[in-house]
């Protein structure tokens, strides 16, 4: 990105002042060496945000930002009902409420050592990944409405998992405002067979330990040490939240001109949020927002079975559980008041500070852990939100290294068996249905995770507590 | 005038599929043949088993996104890949069929899934030499 674009306020903190039809700034938080490498389509998509109608504050871009759909992958916008505002579904995305989520297991790394390989095989048999792979339960038309007003609440009601995950989800595992009604009839049946399965691309499950502390108290109110071993599971909403952001992109962009939305990218789609295909997206979304989340549940209760059957001590509770790609109502103080916004989350973790009422209280103290996800072989992050963080974007942070190179670029890089046994090399081991898919994300085709959660860190995004590494990795 | 091929072209994050044609129904075929190759070798796809599709747009540009996106469906909700195809249009109607087989992963090794077509670097055109081109970015 060329810098001399950019107004620097701080040593983290970029902004682009209004031209044009931008009605606020755009403002990008990341050090010097990452914006160098951001594709200039960062800085167009973070100003094409900034004229949408009744956008708050500024149009935001996260440390991992990179070139997406209409909004950056990295992308944080705020939009005021009272002023025209919108909800878009390119601001949302496809992979709707994508997120991480973070277990305990009570294990140390020399416990997981002598049984890696077998744990390794365990979970690669007993968790779907990959195209064309399905879940174990087919869930039909009732049960597929219970499924997605319910979310991870439903998920344990039908036994995956204990009421106790519950508090450890955003929303408290169960999106309100959900309506299954607005769910298409295709978008139902692409989900059927979905229920408990990986996708494929960058989602994974992951066996980490953690090699480091940051932030001793916050660690430890949030239950981690050197050592331990953890599971991090990365996936959404599957095929359903995919065919709902498909066509209320399509229903939004036609829509547009008869809204008086003139559209700078079409990929942009939004509508106002007070219309009636605002509220028909809101019921859709949310209902994509449970199905993530329900999904993540079933997956958590398959990681458990394989614990408890290879390793009988293991307890894997829920440490939290985040989602990238979604729009929540939050209240935030806008010009010292208490406003009610739209906030969206394009590829961006919700980062809410201590004090916050919709944490939990066992972590109110502390803040919300913010999980960041790094790629295969790369170190992944816990961080947490802070009193500053809900100050510079809406108690939003980053959410992952983000893509350096295409895949066309990585696949003339990289050979997936070699990949796969260069980490073997390293001790971690990787299963996955497709070498290709392993050579599209080999490690070297993100940004340098670790640049990222220091920005993230430094920027006042959210503050760095953990780092983890991999020991095994389910590809999807 | 160039012959009918698709290629893909790179997307920071995903991946763009182009097909060119004469016409815009064999660019538009060829466009869907780039589909099947961010999953798969199209190659290894047979054609044994025919869908009907059709769609309709109120542009031609919507009206591509919509055919890669009916595919899309097709193949996530029949469980199959696709490798060969016959478009046919009137205005902006589409109508087509697909042949292909249902995915196995042991012989497909499918790389990866297509959640949906963008409309991100779409662009619907006539090259400047007389050739028909169709492209998008996928998001997988």
């Known amino acids: ?142 049960q597929m409405d219970a499924m997605l007003r319910g979310g991870a609440h439903w998920a344990v009601d039908q036994g995956f998992g204990e009421a106790t995950d519950l508090e450890r989800i955003e929303e408290g595992g169960c999106m309100r405002g959900a309506d299954p009604s607005q769910v298409s009839e295709q978008a139902k049946k692409r989900q059927r067979d979905e229920m408990g399965t990986l996708g494929s691309g960058n989602h994974y499950l992951e066996v980490q330990q953690v090699t480091d502390i940051y932030a001793a108290d916050i660690a430890a109110a949030f239950g981690v040490k050197p050592g331990d071993v953890v599971v991090s599971i990365h996936c959404g909403s599957r095929g359903l939240g995919h065919q709902i952001g498909t066509e209320f992109l399509r229903r939004m962009v036609i829509s547009a001109p008869g809204y008086g939305i003139d559209l700078p990218d079409r990929e942009l789609a939004c509508a106002p949020i007070r219309s009636p295909l605002g509220q028909d997206y809101l019921g859709a979304m949310r209902s994509a927002i449970n199905c993530a989340l329900a999904n993540r549940q079933i997956l958590t209760h398959l990681t458990r079975k394989v614990f408890s059957q290879l390793l009988p001590q293991s307890r894997l509770p829920l440490l939290y559980d985040v989602s990238h790609n979604t729009c929540k109502v939050e209240t935030h103080s806008v010009g010292g008041r208490p406003k009610e916004l739209f906030v969206h989350r394009k590829g961006a973790t919700r980062a809410f500070g201590p004090g916050h009422p919709d944490l939990p209280e066992a972590l109110r103290e502390v803040g919300q852990p913010v999980l960041i996800g790094g790629s295969m072989g790369t170190a992944s992050y816990i961080l947490a939100g802070t009193r500053a963080s809900m100050q510079r974007a809406f108690g939003s942070a980053c959410h992952g290294s983000g893509r350096a190179m295409s895949r066309h670029q990585a696949l003339r890089n990289w050979n997936g068996r070699h990949v796969v046994d260069e980490l073997a090399g390293r001790g971690i081991l990787i299963r996955s249905p497709s070498s290709r898919g392993v050579a599209e994300e080999a490690p070297g085709a993100y940004k340098d995770v670790n640049a990222v959660v220091d920005s993230a860190d430094h920027a006042g995004l959210a503050c760095k507590v953990a780092r983890l590494e991999p020991i095994i990795c389910i590809k999807g | 005038m160039s012959a009918e091929r698709w290629e893909h ?132």
């Open chain 2, 9 to 140: 072209f790179p997307h920071e994050a995903d991946m763009g599929v182009r097909g060119l044609g004469a016409t815009l129904e064999r660019a538009f075929e060829q466009a869907a043949l780039a589909l099947t190759a961010v999953v798969t070798d199209p190659a290894t796809v047979t054609p044994l088993e025919r869908v009907s599709l059709a769609c309709e747009a109120p542009d031609t540009e919507l009206l591509f996104v919509d055919w890669l996106n009916a595919l899309v469906y097709e193949m996530a909700t029949r469980s199959m890949l696709f490798s060969r195809f016959e478009v046919r249009l009137q205005g902006h109607r589409l109508s087509a069929k697909a042949w292909g087989e249902a995915l196995d992963i042991a012989r497909h090794h499918p790389a990866v899934e297509v959640k949906g077509a963008t409309y991100t670097a779409l662009k619907v055109a006539l090259q400047p030499d007389g050739a028909w081109l169709a492209q998008c970015v996928v998001d997988v």
């Open chain 1, 1 to 142: 990105m060329d810098l001399a674009k950019l107004e620097r306020r701080s040593e983290f903190e970029w902004r682009v002042m209004p031209f044009g039809r931008m009605r606020v700034p755009g403002v990008i938080f990341a050090s010097e060496a990452l914006l160098r490498q951001m594709d200039d389509k960062v800085y167009e998509q973070v100003t094409n945000v900034a004229m949408l109608p009744g956008i708050v504050a500024a149009s935001y871009a996260m440390p991992d930002a990179h070139w997406g759909y209409g909004f950056p992958i990295g992308g944080v916008a705020a939009f005021d009902p009272d002023q025209g505002g919108v909800v878009s579904a390119g601001g949302v995305g496809f992979d709707i409420s994508c997120g991480v989520r973070t277990l305990h297991t009570g294990l140390r790394h020399d416990d997981i050592e002598p049984l890696k390989k077998q744990l390794t095989d365990t979970l690669y048999h007993a968790i779907p990944a990959g195209l064309g792979s399905t879940g174990a339960i087919r869930l039909e038309a009732a």
